[in-house]
């Protein structure tokens, strides 16, 4: 079993910054890819970014391309997705997910962390 928190979530401006953080434990975390998704209410979660398990491929949704870097630090266990000229309509809950591939990661597979709350006031 792999744990997944999530924190670095909160209240910011538009075009500001945030950097959440994703800390992993229990097992070989540099064995997974892992990913960042968002969901607000009445909506499916949806992809933002992924990470292959090296670090050496990356993956982002469209609307976040240009703005938002996922990063991956194995050495401590921890995701990161660094997020600048930040929108209203980036605002929802942030999770992490870790699965063997950026494939399984895509298609929503794997572990899961409680998320964490981005709300960008315009």
């Known amino acids: 079993q792999l744990q997944l928190v999530e924190s670095g979530g909160g209240l910011v401006q538009a075009g500001g910054s945030l950097r959440l953080s994703c800390a992993a434990s229990?097992?070989?975390?540099?064995?997974?890819?892992m990913g960042w998704f968002r969901q607000t209410p009445g909506k499916e979660r949806e992809f933002v970014a992924a990470?292959?398990?090296?670090?050496?491929?990356?993956s982002y949704a469209d609307s976040v391309k240009g703005r938002f870097t996922i990063s991956k630090d194995n050495a401590k266990n921890t995701l990161y997705l660094q997020m600048s000229s930040l929108k209203a309509e980036d605002t929802a809950v942030y999770y992490c997910?870790?699965?063997?591939?950026?494939?399984?990661?895509?298609?929503?597979?794997?572990?899961w962390g409680q998320g964490t709350q981005v709300t960008v006031s315009s």
């Open positions: 997910n870790a699965a063997s591939s950026l494939g399984e990661v895509v298609a929503k597979k794997g572990y």
């Open positions: 229990g097992r070989t975390f540099s064995r997974y890819a």
């Open positions: 990470i292959s398990s090296t670090g050496g491929s990356t």
